[in-house]
């Protein structure tokens, strides 16, 4: 079941082996990240490919930066289909 994030203006995320990954397409990307350039501030996103799932099994400090980003964003097809597909 996806987790909802502290914000409420950003999406949910799905757990993947301890990685939380926004379930996000590319156009609420964008939607987002002009939204945040409007506003200023800061923010920052991760891309999230099986490798990066994979170094935070063995790396508190990258699973925390991951899981603290405003998205992080599935990248390639393996997390697309996980967070995707039925």
């Known amino acids: 079941m996806p987790a909802l994030p502290e914000n409420p203006s950003l999406p949910p995320r799905l757990d993947i082996l301890g990685t939380q990954i926004s379930l996000v397409q ?4 964008l939607d987002l990240m002009e939204g945040w350039i409007r506003e200023g501030g800061s ?4 891309l999230t490919n099986v ?6 099994q063995n790396d508190p400090l ?6 603290q980003a405003d998205l992080a964003v599935p990248d390639g097809m393996p997390p697309v289909d996980y967070v995707f597909l039925p």
């Open 43 to 46: 923010h920052y996103l991760c």
């Open 51 to 56: 490798h990066s799932v994979m170094t935070a």
């Open 26 to 29: 590319i156009p609420q990307v």
């Open 62 to 67: 990258f699973r925390q930066a991951t899981n």
